[in-house]
């Protein structure tokens, strides 16, 4: 599961096992409670979801969902997604992956400069601001 923060880029990831939405409430709430602080999360319609409220009230955030097939509400996930996706593609087993080796990607993509932030990193332009977090 991926979090990306809208404004700085700056990504959160955490490897999970399941798609129910117990598990990946969990997740989330695990990572947003090591953020500063997060103000909106936009999801997709995705049933792993479904425990949304749960989330919300952990995280003190409001919570949105983009419409159906409607990707570029979200084109900053999608972006980030894409990025993910040239270090495993599609069709890869992220289930062969060791927490390690995603926290080092995630490290590289956070510390990678970006034209759209002006030469800067995500972390650098992240350290300095609140968050408004999309998945």
């Known amino acids: 599961m991926t979090l990306v923060d809208r404004t700085s880029r700056f990504t959160l990831a955490k490897r999970v096992f399941s798609k129910t939405k117990e598990e990946v409430g969990d997740a989330m709430i695990a990572l947003l409670k090591t953020v500063h602080t997060v103000k909106t999360v936009t999801l997709d319609n995705g049933g792993e979801f479904a425990g949304h409220v749960r989330v919300s009230k952990a995280i003190g955030a409001d919570i949105y ?3 159906p097939y409607a990707s570029w ?3 900053t996930n999608e972006n980030t997604n894409g990025r993910i996706r040239r270090f495993w593609p599609k069709k890869f087993d992220m289930g062969k992956l060791t927490d390690d080796e995603i926290e080092r990607r995630i490290l590289l993509l956070n510390f990678t400069p970006r034209k759209v932030l002006g030469g800067l990193t995500p972390f650098e332009v992240y ?3 609140g ?3 999309i998945t």
Request: hydrophobic share 50%; aromatic share 8%; net charge positive.
């Open 127 to 129: 350290m300095g601001q």
């Open 131 to 133: 968050v408004a977090l």
């Open 73 to 75: 509400q979200r084109g």
């Open 65 to 67: 969902f983009a419409k």
